[in-house]
C-alpha cells in the first residue's frame, strides 16, 4: 500500500475474541509500523471482560508479539490502545463508551474519523447500531463508518434486514468485509489482467476450455465445530469467499480501477449466474463429510467438539456453474472447498484448449504460473509441460501485506475497494438460497462420506470427468 497517512479513532467491539487477537492487533501494529497510521489515532477496545487499559494493552502486545510479520515491537503503539468493559444489549455502557471516547480525544489528538469494527454476532447488529445512536456516539463530529465481519446474516432475507438496520444509521457508510478480497494475491488476479493485455485477450471463451477455483484446507474444524455445524461450507466458503474469487477472474474489466467500477463489474458477474434449481442443484454439486482416516490423524467430523452426532452439514462441495457473460459463455467453472484434505492451498487455474495453463497462486502467495508445452528432447514427436514463474526472486523483495492490515486502511481512509457491496453480497445469497432450497425440497440430497487426508469425495472427480476434465490437484 503506497498511500498517505490516516488515523481516527476504532472502536472494535469483540475486542476481547480470537479474530481481534489472532489477526486485528497485529494488523495494526504492523500498519503502524509502517507509517501508515498517524500519531493521530487511537484504538478502544471494547468487550464483556473487565480489563483496565493497561490489562488490555498487555493482552494487545501479546497478540501482537504471538503474531505474523513480527520483528520489532513498537511499544509508542500501546499509548494509543484503551479498553472499554460493557455490555452491547445495555444502553447505559455506551454513555461510558461516550465518555471514554472524549477522554481519548483528550489524551490525543485523534482525526475526527470513526471506525467502528463488528467482530460481533449479527444478532447483536441492531441493538449496537441503536445505542451507538441513541447515546450520541454517532453524533460526534466527523466521518462514521462500520466495518462487519461475515457471515452477514443466514439468507437473503436475514442479510437485507441487518442492511437496513446499518443504513438507518450509517447511511451509505456501511463497510462489508470479505477478507479474500483483501488479499494480495486476489488482487493480483485483477492487475495482472488489467496491465498484461495477452494474458486478458486468452481469458475468453475462444481459448478457455474451464476455470478451477479451489479452496482445500488440510485442517479440519477443530474448535470451531459448533460455529461450522451451523453453516458448513457452502455457507462458510461458497456463499462469500469462492464466489468473491470468481468474480475476480470472471468480470469484464473496468476502464478504470476505482471502487465503483470493479464493484458494478463484479455485481455483474454474479447477477449472471442462474439460480440452481431441481436437478440442475443435485446433478452439478457434490457434498461431502469426512470420517476419520486410518492413521488416526483426523476424527469422524460427527466426533469433533460442538458437532450433532447425526449431522448431515457438509465440510465439503464441489459444484460446476457458469456465467451468462459474452467473454465467458458456455465455459464450465468448477469451484471445490473442504476440510480435512491432502491439500492445503488456495488457487485460481484457467485451463486453455490444447492443455495449456495459468495459475494465480492465493496462498501461499506465490504469484503467477503458466504452464506451457515445448519438445521433450528425449522423443521425436512428444512434448513435455515446462511451468513459468512463480518468480520467488521477485516476491521475496517486496512486503505483502496480511489481508487486515488493508481491511483497516481502507476502512480508516473511506476506500471501499477491497470490501463488498451490499448488491454482491444480495446475489451472493440469491445463489447460495437456491441451492440451500434445492437440498432441503429434494429427499436424494445426497451426502457423500470421504477419509480424511484424501483429496476428497470421488464424486467431485466424476463431476469434471463427465465434460472430460479434471482437477488440478496439488497435494502437499
Not at 33 to 55: C, M, P, V, W
Not at 110 to 116: E, F, L
Not at 205 to 234: C, M, T, W
Not at 300 to 309: A, F, L
Request: with cysteine.
Amino acid at each position: 500500500m503506497d498511500h498517505q497517512q490516516t488515523g481516527g479513532v476504532i472502536i472494535l467491539f469483540g475486542a476481547t475474541g480470537d479474530l481481534a487477537n489472532r489477526e486485528l492487533f497485529p494488523a495494526l501494529h504492523q500498519i503502524y509500523r509502517r507509517e501508515l497510521l498517524s500519531e493521530n489515532f487511537a484504538i478502544i477496545g471494547a468487550g464483556t471482560t473487565q480489563l483496565s487499559d493497561k490489562q488490555f494493552r498487555d493482552q494487545v502486545q501479546r497478540s501482537v508479539k504471538d503474531g505474523y510479520h513480527f520483528s520489532d515491537f513498537e511499544p509508542e503503539f500501546l499509548n494509543h490502545c484503551f479498553y472499554q468493559q460493557m455490555d452491547n444489549t445495555k444502553r447505559g455502557d455506551y454513555d461510558q463508551l461516550l465518555g471514554k471516547i472524549n477522554e481519548v480525544k483528550d489524551a490525543i489528538a485523534v482525526d475526527s474519523n470513526y471506525v467502528y469494527y463488528y467482530s460481533i454476532s449479527p444478532s447483536l447488529f441492531g441493538v449496537t447500531t441503536s445505542n451507538l445512536e441513541t447515546a450520541g456516539v454517532t453524533g460526534l463530529a466527523g466521518n462514521h463508518r462500520v466495518l462487519v465481519e461475515k457471515p452477514f446474516g443466514n439468507d437473503s432475507k436475514s442479510a437485507t434486514d441487518y442492511y437496513q438496520l446499518l443504513t438507518d444509521v450509517f447511511n451509505e457508510e456501511v463497510y462489508f468485509i470479505d477478507h479474500f478480497n483483501a488479499m494480495e494475491y486476489v488482487q493480483n488476479i485483477l492487475t495482472a489482467r488489467y496491465t498484461n493485455p495477452v494474458i486478458e485477450k486468452m481469458i475468453h471463451k475462444d481459448h478457455v476450455e474451464n476455470i478451477q477455483i479451489s479452496l482445500p484446507e488440510h485442517l479440519s474444524v477443530g474448535d470451531r465445530g459448533a460455529f461450522y455445524d451451523e453453516n458448513g461450507a457452502l455457507l462458510d466458503m461458497f456463499q462469500n469467499h469462492l464466489l468473491q474469487m470468481l468474480t475476480m477472474i470472471a468480470m469484464e474489466l473496468p476502464e478504470t480501477l476505482d471502487a465503483e467500477s470493479i464493484h458494478y463489474k463484479k455485481f455483474e458477474v454474479l447477477e449472471s449466474i442462474p439460480a440452481f434449481t431441481g436437478d440442475k442443484a443435485l446433478e452439478n454439486i457434490v457434498r461431502g463429510q469426512y470420517i476419520e482416516d486410518p492413521e488416526g490423524q483426523f476424527a469422524n467430523y460427527r466426533d469433533e467438539p460442538g458437532v450433532r452426532k447425526n449431522s448431515l452439514t457438509e465440510t465439503y462441495v464441489a459444484l460446476e456453474l457458469s456465467v451468462n457473460l459474452p467473454h465467458l459463455s458456455g465455459v464450465p467453472i468448477y469451484m471445490r472447498t473442504g476440510k480435512a484434505l491432502i491439500e492445503n492451498h488456495y488457487a485460481v487455474d484457467v485451463v486453455f484448449k490444447g492443455g495449456n495453463r495459468l495459475t494465480f497462486y492465493i496462498e501461499p502467495g506465490a504469484g503467477m504460473q503458466f504452464v506451457l508445452n515445448q519438445k521433450n528432447t528425449e522423443k521425436d514427436a512428444a512434448s513435455i509441460e515446462t511451468a513459468l514463474g512463480p518468480d520467488m526472486e521477485s516476491m521475496d523483495r517486496t512486503y505483502t501485506s496480511e489481508p487486515y492490515e488493508n481491511v483497516f486502511y481502507g476502512g480508516l481512509s473511506g476506500d471501499k475497494t477491497h470490501f463488498v457491496t451490499f448488491d454482491q453480497i444480495r446475489e451472493e445469497w440469491r445463489i447460495t438460497d437456491s441451492i440451500v432450497s434445492a437440498w432441503e425440497k429434494s429427499s436424494d440430497s445426497y451426502l457423500s462420506n470421504y477419509t480424511a487426508n484424501t483429496f476428497g469425495p470421488g464424486e467431485a472427480d466424476d463431476l469434471l470427468e463427465k465434460n472430460g476434465h479434471q482437477w488440478i490437484k496439488r497435494p502437499t
